[in-house]
């Protein structure tokens, strides 16, 4: 059963960099697609970057360019390193695993298994 725990969070100001981490216990990353999800207060949660099994990722368009998905296969983390920030990237951050054989590393939330609990971003 894999088990992620999110880290790096915390309150910046417009203009600034976060980088988000995963760090991933239970089984190796490499066998799962990976991804970024955030929900801000009333809103739906959104895919925002991803991994498939090949390393292949995918991005949101609100964040294309500015945020960067990577990972350390060793080290089973997942990165989220986020550049340009604005007052509309606050949201809960939440990294979560698909263990699907094929799974396609999309950015739609309810292909993902297991999610942590996610990291509080506050753009001011």
């Known amino acids: 059963h894999v088990q992620l725990v999110e880290s790096g969070g915390g309150s910046v100001q417009a203009g600034g960099s976060l980088r988000l981490s995963c760090i991933v216990s239970g089984d190796s990353i490499s066998r799962y697609c990976m991804g970024w999800f955030r929900q801000a207060p009333g809103k739906e949660r959104e895919g925002i970057a991803s991994f498939d099994k090949y390393g292949n990722t995918r991005y949101a368009d609100s964040v294309k360019g500015d945020f960067t998905i990577s990972k350390d296969n060793a080290a089973n983390i997942l990165y989220l390193l986020m550049n340009s920030l604005k007052p509309e990237d606050t949201a809960m951050y939440y990294c979560?695993?698909?263990?699907?054989?094929?799974?396609?590393?999309?950015?739609?939330?309810?292909?993902?298994?297991?999610r942590g609990r996610g990291t509080q971003v506050t753009v001011s």
């Open positions: 979560a695993a698909d263990r699907a054989q094929y799974c396609s590393g999309g950015l739609r939330s309810w292909e993902y298994d297991y």
